[in-house]
Structure formats: structure tokens, C-alpha cells
């Protein structure tokens, strides 16, 4: 953890802040960072209460900083300035939203996922969330054509060269060089590059599309978990910027950290995100699957 700096940034949601330091508290952190945007919505008494609990809870994290904005960045300044900030102190960053929810299991994958990259020599970028909601401690990783950025890390060099600023981009052009965007689906490229004109369009109206954008124009590689050990809490929310819509059927976030899961419902939840694995076509071997079955009987 000495050269991972840990970033927790929010607006707006001194609740969910609070939450997500009630389960970094009980984490052996050494660089933490929480960087809160700005603007009149977000100076309030419960935020400065919110602060208050944060320095009286994670006393013991040896490096930890706390940042309030006097104005409102909005999300996709305050977001990506701050990521750029963390990484020019630390090799690696893992990065957590306010509406968040991390498991148990959260940081020991976060972390086990960036030695597979390095001991590999991969840049790439690691993935908390997966449509499958059974958080193992010892979790299987899976090549992913999409980034999943609820809880995720990454290294100051895969992030190098990345701006939600595509104007000055050549989508095709770039995109064409990419082994790859050549090895997807004529009808994922075609998605993927109706949504690259959109940002490039409107570079604020989000940050994620223009991170995909970047894994894919560079090869970047992308891991994901079998097994999802994050949750989105943001859905439903008014104050969200982006999940404010119901919350989808795939993600259910009252499986994470709860190990009373039957064999049923394991069973039950194998069947039916089955096939969102195969919609999104991510790359998972068939040891891949032999070991959800071998874990499904063992427990």
C-alpha cells in the first residue's frame, strides 16, 4: 500500500461519504485522499461534521489529506484533476466514488489486481464491479472489453496521456490502429463509437466514455473480477449525476459482505448473469467458469 494512493472524492452526499469511511476504517491505509467538490450545495454543517469524523476515525492513516473545493469543478473536473493530482505522488491510484460500496474483499483484489499487471508487465487498468454479485476473498480475473470504474485502480502510466477532451481527436483514425477495437464486434464498435462522438461533443457531460475511449485507442489491458466486490448505492438518487434511473436488474448490492448466501441463490444468481456475461462478451476461459462451479459446490 506504500505507493498506492487512495483516492475518495464526492460533492454534495455527506451520507454516503460517511458510509464509505465506515468501510475504509477498517483497512491498513497509508496515503488516503478525499477530495470533496465545491459550491454553496456542499458547505454545509453536515459535511463539516462529516470532516470532523473522518479525522477522529482514520487517525491512524499515516498520510491522510482532506480537500473541500471553495467552488463547484462539477464532476468530470473535480474527478479527473484529482486522480492526475494522486498520481503524480504515487505510482498507483485506486479510485472510489461517494455512492460506492465496497466489500470486504475490495482492496486485497484492488491490490492483487495490480501485481498481476506489473508482475506481467501489463498497463492496464483494474475493475471492481462485475454483473456477477458474489464477493470471494479469493477472486478470479477475467480480460474485460468494457472498464467498470465503480471502485478501480490503476497506475500513473496507463493514465498518462488520458483527457475527457477528445475534440482534437481522430476517432477513426486512432481507433483503426487499435488490436483491440479490431477484435470487437462490428456491433460494439459501432456502439462504442456513437458514444466517443457524443463526449466529444459534450467532454463534460461524463469521464468513463473518454477513459474507454483511451484503454482502447492504447490496448490498455482491463481486468475484471468474476465476482463483484463493489456496489452502486447512487441509483434512485436525486442528488446522482448519472444514476439517478432505477437501479438496473444485474447489479444487486445486498449481496455484497453478506455470507449467508444459500446454494440456491448461488445457483440462481449463475443462471441468470450468465447471460449478461455473454451480452457484454468478455473474454472468460472455461477454467474460468469450471472454478464458479467448483466453488458453487464446495460451499
Not at 508482475?119 to 479469493?138: E, T
Not at 482534437?168 to 466517443?196: D, G, I, P, T, Y
Amino acid at each position: 500500500m506504500d505507493d498506492v494512493g487512495v483516492l475518495l472524492v464526492g460533492y454534495s452526499r455527506p451520507d454516503l461519504l460517511t458510509n464509505r469511511i465506515h468501510e475504509l476504517a477498517s483497512v491498513n491505509l497509508v496515503n488516503l485522499y478525499i477530495s470533496i467538490d465545491g459550491g454553496e450545495l456542499s458547505h454545509t454543517t453536515e459535511m463539516e461534521n462529516f470532516k470532523i469524523l473522518v479525522k477522529n476515525k482514520l487517525a491512524f492513516i499515516p498520510n491522510l489529506r482532506i480537500n473541500h473545493e471553495r467552488h463547484n469543478l462539477g464532476m468530470v473536473r473535480h474527478l479527473t484533476s484529482k486522480i492526475t493530482q494522486v498520481l503524480s505522488k504515487h505510482n498507483y491510484i485506486i479510485v472510489i466514488e461517494d455512492d460506492v460500496r465496497l466489500s470486504k474483499a475490495f482492496f486485497p483484489n484492488m491490490l492483487n489486481g495490480l501485481n498481476y499487471l506489473e508482475n506481467r508487465k501489463l498497463v492496464g487498468v483494474v475493475c471492481g464491479w462485475s454483473p456477477l454479485p458474489i464477493p470471494y476473498i479469493k477472486n478470479k480475473w477475467r480480460n474485460c472489453k468494457y472498464v467498470y470504474l465503480w471502485g478501480w485502480a490503476t497506475s500513473k502510466y496507463a493514465w498518462k496521456g488520458y483527457s475527457y477532451d477528445l475534440s482534437k481527436e481522430n476517432l477513426e483514425k486512432n481507433l483503426v490502429k487499435s488490436l483491440r477495437w479490431s477484435k470487437s464486434s462490428n456491433h460494439q464498435r459501432a456502439s462504442w463509437l456513437s458514444k466517443f462522438k457524443k463526449v466529444k461533443e459534450l467532454p463534460l457531460s461524463t469521464w468513463d466514455y473518454q477513459y474507454l475511449y483511451h484503454c482502447i485507442k492504447n490496448d490498455h489491458h482491463i481486468l475484471a473480477p468474476l465476482f463483484s466486490i463493489t456496489g452502486n448505492q447512487g441509483f434512485e438518487d436525486e442528488r446522482a449525476v448519472h444514476t439517478k434511473g432505477i437501479k438496473p436488474r444485474f447489479i444487486q448490492n445486498k449481496l455484497l459482505n453478506n455470507r449467508k448466501i444459500t446454494q440456491t441463490s448461488r445457483l440462481f444468481t449463475l443462471i441468470v448473469y450468465f447471460f449478461d456475461l455473454i451480452y457484454l462478451n468478455d473474454s472468460i476461459f472455461v477454467s474460468k467458469l469450471k472454478s464458479i462451479l467448483n466453488n458453487l459446490k464446495r460451499h
